[in-house]
């Protein structure tokens, strides 16, 4: 521990992946704090436009992840932030080779540079559920201590899996640094934009045949909530982030308002990546699993020891679907009014009846 | 109890002599009031809300008659649901909803109201909007999902009704001992497995659902070979089950469910009809250690009738490995008659509860291989013997 400071506030944090959507509104968070003294943001890549408004206080910095040693030992940092993960393969940054090389290789320079810096008293990572992998022997829901059976196919879920390998080696080596691993659920909200926010906002949504995965996601504002307390308070652990919970799949498209069309299970990986290099639809086997499987994680240990609770999957799905009402195929509304008129008739009809007979 | 008489007495309402039950069709919902119109009008107990509301329902039966024809159709189609899960699943935000059509006098706030009044005291009007009701839940996506997929609305309206007709018409089952079976807190309910296809756990929980006094879900694990195929997965969860393996056994009874365990899984479904009856090897026992971590009681279960509905005169194994499943089958029925070898005979069933097993004071020895083994056996014995006890209640497999 850094001598002559309380646990708590940091004085000097950097985030990385400033560029990108949750990078910014974390780093943009924290800059808000005012027990933190200073906020860097790290990208190799400027920042979206739309994001440069909300990086006003946020001091940015462009530079690779394998240059961070530098700046961890000169500017005196004490936290790192780190959240610069692709989770889809991007073709404009090299495919599924630019996503591994992000994932893994800028987590393992990151984690090189953290090791030498002397100063560093935490370390936060963003990690996500996908590191559970998937396998038809899984128990139903998750804990912490969950071993993966099976090693998932997905890049994402092997990404993740490595990097967790990394943080574990880690902590290992620099047991003083306070290192925190935070396995995300999939982020919903009114303002998210992800594989499955994209994939919920169609008006005709594939499944897979016969499969009605049980899913949990976690609202983004929640997850700035998370990642804030991380950076303020000491929670060194790894925690499931995740809305308590749980929507069946075919529910979450019926609250949507959404239609579903069962696909057959044979040969859906590949159908998804012959769309995927037409150029639409963006699944991967991250998601196919996802939606055979499904994935729910137990969160008593953040709430425990984070005194928070995020809100529930199906109160962050709401906030998604009032922003998302575009695409709305059947309404509430609707059934609502047929399950009346079929009443209504059924009644006519009986009264008719009566009155001949 | 031992009776025969007795026991017929009590769960049959049915002259006993009728050798087919699929032969009444009035049966069919449940509901034996509508043969009966005579007892109309003294309403039916079971509906009090309705009898409170409109006292003194005089409505002569005949005119009914075409009417009601019609909407039954109609309801048998739609699966209406049991009236007893309705009251139950009205959350408060449905309640609005569900009022209007539930065939009351509409109230001043509801906007258009029903052209036609209804008939008061029908007891089909209520089914149909129930049903309608339901589907609308379902297609809106109202309703609640557990974290083990667990959806009550679900079983309650389609998959227990349907089971009943099974368990009750055709398999004629009396279960005894239901008392044994905790009103709350956590269970360990220990069955032996039969009958080629593992219809018995389906059987058990709808029984002991319908006859528990506190109408209990019993919450199975079922083996993982359940959860790789498609549609049968998802049946599996939305009704309660879940992956065998300690941590959902234990998450399960922690969470003050009662569980459901076949331990000896594929032996048990799969052995031939010459070893029916004859309980196969209990595994690792793990089953014990789950109930010893939680200081669950074990409620050791007998199942008589299961192993007659397919009996199993081969098993073709060299079939079974090329299509990756534990065995196939051959039955006096089975491939020879195609679709039609999957109807199960009817047999009869008898369900036996044994007495608790306490195992609160053993919490230490969980990992104690010993005593983990020797209460395997011990629950093992005790469905051994009350097996036997059952069959020498039942000379005859398909007796009635």
């Given at each position: 521990?850094?001598?002559?400071?309380?646990?708590?506030?940091?004085?000097?944090?950097?985030?990385?992946?400033?560029?990108?959507?949750?990078?910014a509104?974390?780093?943009?968070?924290?800059?808000?704090?005012?027990?933190?003294?200073?906020?860097?943001?790290?990208?190799?890549?400027?920042?979206?436009?739309?994001?440069?408004?909300?990086?006003?206080?946020?001091?940015?910095?462009?530079?690779?992840?394998?240059?961070?040693?530098?700046?961890?030992?000169?500017?005196?940092?004490?936290?790192?932030?780190?959240?610069?993960?692709?989770?889809?393969?991007?073709?404009q940054?090299?495919?599924?080779a630019?996503?591994?090389?992000?994932?893994?290789?800028?987590?393992?320079?990151?984690?090189?540079?953290?090791?030498?810096a002397?100063?560093?008293?935490?370390?936060?990572?963003?990690?996500?559920?996908?590191?559970?992998?998937?396998?038809?022997?899984?128990?139903?829901?998750?804990?912490?201590?969950?071993?993966?059976?099976?090693?998932?196919?997905?890049?994402?879920?092997?990404?993740?899996?490595?990097?967790?390998?990394?943080v574990?080696?880690?902590?290992?080596r620099?047991?003083?640094?306070?290192?925190?691993?935070?396995?995300?659920?999939?982020?919903?909200?009114?303002?998210?934009?992800?594989?499955?926010?994209?994939?919920?906002?169609?008006?005709?949504?594939?499944t897979?045949f016969?499969?009605d995965?049980?899913?949990?996601?976690?609202?983004?504002?929640?997850?700035?909530?998370?990642l804030?307390?991380?950076?303020?308070?000491?929670?060194?652990?790894?925690?499931?982030?995740?809305?308590?919970?749980?929507?069946?799949?075919?529910?979450?498209?019926?609250?949507?308002?959404?239609?579903?069309?069962?696909?057959l299970?044979?040969?859906?990986?590949?159908?998804?990546?012959i769309?995927?290099?037409?150029?639409?639809?963006?699944y991967?086997?991250?998601?196919?699993?996802?939606?055979?499987?499904?994935?729910?994680?137990?969160?008593?240990?953040?709430?425990?020891e984070?005194?928070?609770?995020?809100?529930?999957?199906?109160?962050?799905?709401?906030?998604?679907?009032?922003?998302?009402?575009?695409?709305?195929?059947?309404?509430?509304?609707?059934?609502?009014?047929?399950?009346?008129?079929?009443?209504?008739?059924?009644?006519?009809?009986?009264?008719?009846?009566?009155?001949?007979? | 109890?031992?009776?025969?008489?007795?026991r017929?007495?009590?769960?049959?309402?049915?002259?006993?002599?009728?050798?087919?039950?699929?032969?009444?069709?009035?049966?069919?919902?449940?509901?034996?009031?509508?043969?009966?119109?005579?007892?109309r009008?003294?309403?039916?107990?079971?509906?009090?809300?309705?009898?409170?509301?409109?006292?003194?329902?005089?409505?002569?039966?005949?005119?009914?008659?075409?009417a009601?024809?019609?909407?039954?159709?109609?309801?048998v189609?739609?699966?209406?649901?049991?009236?007893?899960?309705?009251?139950?699943?009205?959350?408060?935000?449905?309640?609005?909803?569900?009022?209007?059509?539930?065939?009351?006098?509409?109230?001043?706030?509801?906007?258009?109201?029903?052209?036609?009044?209804?008939?008061?005291?029908?007891?089909?009007?209520?089914?149909?909007?129930?049903?309608?009701?339901?589907?609308?839940?379902?297609?809106?996506g109202?309703?609640?999902?557990?974290?083990?997929?667990?959806?009550?609305?679900?079983?309650?309206?389609?998959?227990?009704?349907?089971?009943?007709?099974?368990?009750?018409?055709?398999?004629?089952?009396?279960?005894?001992?239901?008392?044994?079976?905790?009103d709350?807190?956590?269970?360990?309910?220990?069955?032996?497995?039969?009958?080629?296809?593992?219809?018995?756990?389906?059987?058990?929980?709808?029984?002991?659902?319908?006859?528990?006094?506190?109408?209990?879900?019993?919450?199975?694990?079922?083996?993982?070979?359940?959860?790789?195929?498609?549609v049968?997965?998802?049946?599996?969860?939305?009704?309660?089950?879940?992956?065998?393996?300690?941590?959902?056994?234990?998450?399960?009874?922690?969470?003050?469910?009662?569980?459901g365990v076949?331990?000896?899984?594929?032996?048990?479904?799969?052995?031939?009809?010459?070893?029916?009856?004859?309980?196969?090897?209990?595994?690792?026992?793990?089953?014990?250690?789950?109930?010893?971590?939680?200081?669950?009681?074990?409620?050791?279960v007998?199942?008589?009738?299961?192993?007659?509905?397919?009996?199993?005169?081969?098993?073709?194994?060299?079939?079974?490995?090329?299509?990756?499943?534990?065995?196939?089958?051959?039955?006096?029925?089975?491939?020879?008659?195609?679709?039609?070898?999957?109807?199960?005979?009817?047999?009869?069933?008898?369900?036996?509860?044994?007495?608790?097993?306490?195992?609160?004071?053993?919490?230490?020895?969980?990992?104690?291989?010993?005593?983990?083994?020797?209460?395997?056996?011990?629950?093992?014995?005790?469905?051994?013997?009350?097996?036997?006890?059952?069959?020498?209640?039942?000379?005859?497999?398909?007796?009635?």
């Open positions: 521990m850094t001598p002559g400071d309380t646990s708590g506030a940091p004085g000097v944090v950097v985030v990385t992946g400033v560029g990108r959507w949750l990078g509104h974390v780093a943009a968070r924290l800059a808000a704090d005012e027990r933190i003294e200073r906020v860097i943001g790290v990208d190799p890549a400027p920042p979206n436009p739309e994001l440069a408004d909300l990086l006003s206080d946020v001091e940015l910095i462009r530079l690779d992840l394998d240059s961070l040693g530098g700046l961890l030992l000169d500017l005196d940092v004490d936290t790192v932030v780190h959240l610069a993960l692709v989770t889809a393969p991007d073709p940054q090299g495919g599924r630019g996503m591994k090389e992000q994932n893994v290789i800028g987590t393992m320079q990151l984690l090189a540079a953290a090791q030498r002397p100063r560093l008293r935490k370390l936060v990572v963003r990690s996500s559920t996908a590191a559970y992998g998937v396998s038809f022997r899984d128990p139903a829901v998750f804990t912490e201590e969950t071993e993966p059976r099976e090693v998932p196919r997905g890049g994402f879920g092997r990404d993740i899996l490595d990097i967790e390998g990394y574990r080696g880690f902590r290992r620099r047991p003083d640094v306070t290192a925190t691993v935070l396995r995300f659920a999939p982020f919903i909200g009114y303002a998210a934009d992800t594989t499955l926010t994209r994939y919920f906002s169609q008006p005709v949504v594939p897979v016969g499969r995965p049980r899913l949990q996601f976690v609202h983004f504002d929640d997850a700035l909530e998370v804030h307390r991380s950076v303020a308070e000491d929670h060194p652990g790894t925690y499931n982030v995740a809305g308590p919970g749980v929507l069946s799949l075919s529910q979450a498209i019926r609250r949507a308002g959404r239609v579903a069309v069962p696909v299970e044979p040969g859906l990986a590949g159908v998804a990546a769309a995927r290099s037409l150029g639409f639809g963006g991967g086997l991250d998601q196919v699993d996802l939606f055979v499987h499904g994935r729910v994680v137990d969160t008593s240990r953040l709430e425990r984070y005194g928070f609770t995020p809100r529930s999957t199906a109160a962050a799905f709401d906030d998604f679907i009032r922003a998302h009402h575009g695409g709305v195929v059947v309404t509430r509304d609707q059934l609502a009014a047929a399950e009346q008129l079929v009443l209504e008739s059924i009644r006519q009809v009986r009264s008719t009846v009566r009155e001949r007979s | 109890m031992s009776s025969p008489e007795e017929r007495d009590a769960r049959y309402d049915v002259p006993l002599g009728v050798p087919d039950p699929d032969a009444e069709p009035a049966r069919r919902n449940g509901h034996r009031r509508v043969t009966a119109p005579a007892a009008p003294a309403a039916p107990p079971d509906e009090p809300d309705t009898s409170a509301d409109e006292p003194g329902v005089p409505g002569p039966a005949t005119p009914h008659q075409p009601k024809k019609t909407v039954a159709k109609k309801t189609a739609k699966k209406a649901v049991a009236k007893k899960t309705v009251a139950k699943k009205a959350v408060a935000q449905q309640a609005t909803a569900d009022e209007a059509p539930a065939g009351k006098a509409p109230a001043g706030d509801t906007p258009p109201g029903p052209s036609v009044a209804d008939r008061p005291g029908d007891h089909w009007d209520r089914k149909v909007a129930q049903g309608l009701a339901f589907l609308r839940r379902r297609l809106a109202d309703y609640e999902v557990d974290e083990f997929g667990f959806d009550p609305d679900l079983t309650d309206a389609v998959v227990h009704p349907l089971v009943r007709l099974l368990y009750r018409d055709w398999f004629r089952t009396e279960v005894s001992g239901i008392e044994h079976v905790p709350e807190g956590a269970g360990l309910v220990v069955g032996n497995h039969s009958g080629t296809v593992a219809i018995d756990a389906l059987i058990l929980s709808t029984a002991l659902h319908d006859r528990h006094p506190a109408h209990r879900y019993l919450r199975l694990l079922g083996a993982d070979l359940v959860f790789r195929m498609p049968v997965s998802e049946i599996a969860r939305k009704t309660g089950g879940t992956v065998a393996c300690n941590p959902d056994a234990e998450r399960l009874l922690g969470n003050g469910e009662l569980v076949f331990p000896e899984g594929f032996k048990g479904v799969g052995k031939l009809y010459a070893d029916r009856y004859k309980l196969q090897r209990f595994g690792r026992g793990g089953f014990v250690s789950a109930a010893l971590r939680t200081g669950t009681p074990i409620v050791p007998a199942i008589v009738g299961g192993e007659e509905i397919y009996p199993m005169l081969a098993d073709i194994k060299p079939l079974a490995r090329l299509l990756k499943l534990p065995y196939f089958p051959v039955t006096p029925t089975f491939p020879w008659l195609g679709p039609l070898g999957m109807v199960p005979l009817p047999s009869k069933w008898l369900i036996e509860f044994c007495p608790p097993i306490p195992t609160a004071h053993l919490r230490d020895a969980a990992d104690d291989p010993l005593v983990v083994f020797n209460l395997a056996d011990q629950v093992r014995e005790t469905i051994q013997q009350t097996l036997h006890k059952l069959l020498e209640r039942r000379p005859d497999p398909f007796g009635p």
